[in-house]
């Protein structure tokens, strides 16, 4: 029986460093069962993939708390859960911060300018202690559990260095005559120990706030999910229900201003649909009967009743929450390297700073206790792993989440760093290059042919084959024809007999066959559509052709300028297709492409892509993610397009959700501005480290006579950890397409909204504000803020505020 794989993401709790999470990244590979498991430090989740015939998430439950952690478990409510207990854990590791602060500057204080003070060093003794073993316990407790393991992490470095430093002072507070015995003046480093561990707390409330900022993309995403929907009852009847009621087939209500609730068919109504959180596209999408609508995304003005199609975790938008999801927890192969330096990193660390205490002792016998004291504490304190640690998957969240918000999929941390060496780029033509599905562009009537216009129409309705049904469109409204003995030739048309005559639609050689008259103005319009790659197709009653239509598939808008963005990126762009020469021929003309190759099958794509691959390039292939499979799971780079729910988010990598093809080049700059932060975050957090240890070990004393102080020590520390997370958050802002000048974008205000207090309230202002002509607005609890956006003209503050107010006692302020 072959097994089944699962795969799933767990929230972690109680790590505090790059090795920690080094830990539970080698415990839960160790499990039975489990095939590959990666934990993010960052966004402090282990995505597991395992055999649940072997093993359960309860087994890795017990595994992970073996070794000191947790793992979070259970169905749907586990990212709650974290959420839940992240906030808890945020607002406990204020307080402790607020008061190791408030505690520490007296000590500060007293022991730069008033050591020399009755009592000074009993004050300082009596305010640093609860900030060590109060304020700062759980290092201890953590390091404890830490050796009891045999393993060491963060905390280890932070209570040996501060403890060594708390006891030493302690004991020359007791018995300063054992030191002064010997000459040597008795030091008390009570200042340190405190605001080491007041930096640290500091430094790890930043962190925190700052690596909350990377899920944002997550979190804004799981907002769009309503909790409730109108359903329509067989009588017609109207009731307001819980999300989970709704069944595949219910009738449900979309009202003006509401967001989706599931994602559906459309089935009487109509309305523009804003998309742009699923798509990336800021224009409403109009919607009518049988359009397909998506969860999440908010209707405008209209209103329309829709069949539900998928529910809960099936959705559109739930599929891309889970990828998002298990994207960012996946790692880059560049952190394989930096989770094996952070693992072995603290023990190093504890014997470098014994070794540089060893070396002042013996070679300053006079004060070499003291400075190798200084020495031991000082690079426990600054060689801490976490900025390491954060390098990469704080990177990765932040380049991941920024493609999610503009309709780019990429599914793991490997497609970004083989996103950058992609210097070749294949394109399938029908469906990514043109609009997938034939149109008419022309249509000539021989003289008095266009009172046949009906009959055309009719015998072409008739007709299976996707050419009849575009010329069938292109006439669609046209009065109904009754038509007799229709007949479909296979390889040539059809034909019919509509009031006792007979006509024909298809190609020349069916009406050669039938020795039907073609006059000269016809004959030289088909000439010319024929010139210009388009598929012909004749339609003639038994005496003579009446007219001429010229179908082509359309190129899309903007796949010229998608070529045009790649060549500047320095990528070279072939076209595949299954077309003959000269269709071919004209649509690498108007897209702009040089490269291309005619009369391909899916097996040939793939043939075509690994000789290029066996010629040294890297490619990346986009296609729709069906057909091309075999060419997608060859191409080094597969990248998936597509619309709704036809996407096949399994095909590829990377997927793009709607049809632009510009987001192709958008996510192979996403993905270098990506992989450039994480080579910059490890050059400074390498840097900081190499810099940092023989500086506090005393390798400038013998030149300059300065050794550093672990207070300074201890903040360098924490702000490098802020630094490498502030740098990867650059990322959200960065502009990942060119202003188009061709294209108006909407305008866009920001707001904090006062007076709401649960999520009804953000509810009522959302579908107030979106009920507005033109406005699309997103609106969230925490923090209280509204996104507005304009696509037609531009409210005022004033006129915004009036329609908040009249759905509630809610105020807007400017942002």
């Not at 415990?27 to 934990?39: E, K, M």
């Not at 307080?95 to 004050?123: C, D, K, N």
């Not at 990336?280 to 209103?303: I, L, M, W």
Request: hydrophobic fraction near 45%; proline fraction near 4%; glycine fraction near 10%.
């Amino acid at each position: 029986m072959e097994n089944h794989s699962e795969k799933q993401t767990f929230p972690v709790t109680d790590m505090s460093c790059a090795a920690c999470a080094a830990k539970v990244d080698k415990v839960l590979n160790s499990v039975p069962g489990v095939s590959r498991a990666a934990v993010n430090f960052a966004a402090a989740t282990a995505l597991v993939e395992y055999d649940p015939a072997q093993c359960s998430p309860a087994a890795l439950r017990e595994a992970v708390r073996q070794a000191g952690y947790d793992l979070i478990v259970g169905a749907g409510d586990a990212a709650r859960e974290a959420e839940k207990a992240a906030g808890e854990r945020y607002r406990s590791l204020k307080r402790r911060t607020v008061w190791a602060i408030a505690l520490s500057v007296p000590v500060v204080v007293v022991g730069m300018f008033w050591m020399g003070m009755p009592y000074a060093e009993e004050f300082m003794w009596l305010l640093s202690t609860p900030v060590v073993f109060v304020l700062g316990r759980d290092f201890f407790v953590n390091a404890w559990r830490q050796l009891r393991r045999g393993s060491a992490n963060m905390d280890t470095l932070v209570a040996g260095s501060t403890g060594v430093a708390y006891l030493f002072s302690v004991a020359n507070m007791l018995f300063p005559g054992f030191w002064e015995a010997r000459g040597i003046h008795p030091h008390v480093y009570f200042e340190a120990a405190s605001v080491i561990i007041a930096f640290i707390l500091l430094g790890r409330l930043l962190e925190a706030r700052a690596r909350d900022h990377t899920s944002e993309a997550i979190r804004k995403l799981m907002g769009l999910q309503p909790t409730t929907v109108v359903r329509i009852a067989p009588n017609g009847g109207q009731h307001e229900v819980a999300i989970a009621e709704i069944r595949p087939g219910d009738l449900l209500l979309a009202r003006p201003g509401e967001r989706i609730a599931v994602d559906g068919t459309v089935a009487e109504g109509s309305s523009y649909v804003d998309e742009s959180m699923l798509t990336g596209e800021p224009v409403p999408a109009a919607k009518g009967p049988g359009d397909a609508v998506f969860a999440g995304t908010v209707n405008q003005r209209g209103s329309f009743r829709f069949t539900a199609a998928k529910i809960g975790s099936e959705t559109l938008l739930a599929q891309i929450i889970r990828l998002v999801q298990e994207a960012q927890g996946s790692k880059a192969p560049v952190q394989k390297l930096v989770d094996r330096i952070a693992g072995i990193f603290v023990p190093v660390i504890i014997g470098i700073a014994l070794v540089s205490f060893a070396a002042w002792v013996l070679l300053d016998p006079e004060n070499g206790f003291s400075h190798g004291l200084l020495a031991l504490v000082t690079v426990l304190i600054i060689a801490c792993p976490c900025a390491l640690g954060l390098a990469t998957p704080t990177a990765i969240m932040a380049g991941i989440g920024k493609g999610a918000e503009n309709g780019i999929l990429i599914k793991d941390a490997e497609s970004l760093e083989t996103a950058v060496r992609v210097d070749v780029v294949v394109l399938d033509k029908t469906g990514t290059l043109t609009e997938g599905r034939p149109e008419v562009t022309d249509l000539v009537w021989a003289e008095g042919g266009d009172t046949h216009r009906e009959t055309l129409c009719a015998l072409e309705k008739l007709s299976e084959h996707p050419l009849a049904g575009a010329v069938a469109a292109h006439l669609e409204g046209c009065a109904p024809v009754t038509v007799e003995e229709f007949e479909s030739i296979t390889g040539r048309g059809v034909s019919g007999t509509v009031g006792g005559r007979t006509y024909y639609a298809g190609n020349k050689t069916l009406l050669d066959e039938h020795g039907i008259a073609v006059g000269e103005e016809l004959r030289t319009a088909a000439e010319r559509i024929a010139g210009e790659a388009k598929t012909v197709v004749w339609f003639a009653n038994a005496q003579r052709a009446l007219a001429v239509a010229g179908i082509t598939d359309r190129l899309k808008e903007g796949s010229a300028e998608a070529v045009r963005e790649l060549r500047e990126q320095g990528i070279a762009v072939w076209m595949l297709t299954g077309d003959g020469e000269a269709a071919a021929r004209e649509v690498a003309r108007k897209a702009g492409i040089d490269n291309y190759r005619t009369g391909v099958l899916p097996h040939q794509k793939e043939a075509f892509i690994r000789a290029l691959q066996e010629e040294g390039h890297t490619v990346a292939m986009a296609g729709d993610g069906i057909n091309d499979s075999a060419a997608l799971a060859r191409a080094d780079l597969g990248i998936a397009m597509g619309r709704g729910s036809d996407i096949a988010m399994e095909a590829a990598p990377v997927t793009i959700i709607s049809s632009d093809l510009t987001k192709i080049a958008e996510a192979i700059r996403l993905s270098r501005l990506t992989v450039r932060t994480i080579r910059q975050n490890l050059f400074w957090a390498f840097v900081y480290n190499l810099i940092g240890v023989p500086v506090a070990a005393g390798a400038l004393y013998p030149l300059l006579g300065v050794q550093l102080d672990p207070m300074i020590a201890g903040a360098a520390m924490a702000m490098s950890s802020v630094s490498v997370v502030g740098n990867s958050l650059r990322l959200k802002r960065a502009k990942l397409h060119k202003e188009k000048t061709d294209k108006k974008q909407p305008a866009m205000k920001k707001y904090r909204v006062e007076g709401m207090m649960c999520n009804h309230c953000r509810m009522h202002v959302e579908k107030a504000l979106n009920a507005l002509e033109g406005v699309s607005a997103s609106v969230t609890l925490d923090p209280p803020a509204a996104e507005v956006r304009f696509t037609g003209r531009t409210y005022s503050d004033e006129e915004l505020q009036r329609t908040v107010a009249e759905a509630g006692d809610y105020r807007l302020k400017a942002l």
